[in-house]
């Protein structure tokens, strides 16, 4: 059974970068089935895609976080990385790690999600 688990502060400043590490277990984020995907869901709003990385290593970002966004991972721990840089509090969510596959763009694995809050 797949699992992940998203991990990072859960207070960051204005103006900094909001780092959030999602680790998987029982299975691996290089099988070509998948990929790995970032969403976060603001107060009082719906879902919003952040971005994947492949399973090849590609990152593909939203067009709405581009500029500010970068996703990398590790494969020797199986985990993977988000950096939202230039935080205000409009990106103040909670952030969830996901499993996209490929062929349905469905999500069929999430992580229980981590609260982040931007504020000095």
């Known amino acids: 059974q797949v699992q992940l688990q998203e991990s990072g502060p859960g207070l960051v400043k204005p103006s900094q970068t909001l780092s959030l590490t999602c680790t998987v277990s029982g299975g691996s984020i290089t099988t070509n089935t998948y990929y790995w995907s970032w969403i976060r869901q603001s107060p009082g709003s719906g879902l919003e895609w952040i971005g994947y990385i492949t399973y090849l290593g590609t990152p593909v970002s939203s067009p709405s976080f581009k500029s500010r966004t970068s996703i990398w991972r590790d494969t020797s721990k199986n985990q993977f990385t988000l950096h939202l840089s230039s935080v205000t509090p409009e990106d103040t969510a909670v952030y969830y790690c996901?499993?996209?596959?490929?062929?349905?763009?469905?999500?069929?694995?999430w992580g229980q999600g981590a609260q982040v809050t931007v504020s000095s």
């Open positions: 996901a499993r996209m596959e490929i062929t349905t763009r469905g999500f069929d694995h």
